[in-house]
């Protein structure tokens, strides 16, 4: 059981990324899935979350830059990052919302915004 974060990297500001988040051992699509961030010396923070049937959360803050998705037939949810900001450098984590199963997070992956 285990998820896997991608697509991180430095990117200048007005940039785009795409993180993945894959899932193995288990069925991603069962579950709300969560991204999360933090950045250092704050405390973690959710950024958007996805339901079973796929509708969207999205923080005020990424709002209208941010957008969460989900391939079930790839068993992953995507993290498709626009405009980007300084202030969006943080660590970026998923997880999987499985209650009495237990959730499982991911090892998260870096994602900088600077010139």
């Known amino acids: 059981v285990q998820l896997v974060e991608s697509g991180g990297g430095l990117v200048r500001p007005g940039g785009s990324l795409r993180l993945s988040c894959a899932a193995s051992g288990f069925t991603l699509g069962s579950y709300v899935v969560t991204w999360h961030r933090q950045a250092p010396g704050k405390e973690r923070e959710l950024v958007a979350g996805i339901t079973v049937n796929e509708t969207p959360i999205h923080a005020s803050t990424v709002k209208g830059r941010f957008s969460i998705s989900r391939d079930n037939a790839k068993n992953l949810v995507t993290l498709e990052m626009n405009t980007l900001k300084p202030e969006d450098t943080a660590v970026y984590y998923c997880?999987?919302?499985?209650?009495?199963?237990?959730?499982?997070w991911g090892q998260g992956t870096q994602v900088t915004v600077s010139l």
């Open positions: 997880k999987a919302n499985r209650g009495s199963l237990g959730d499982v």
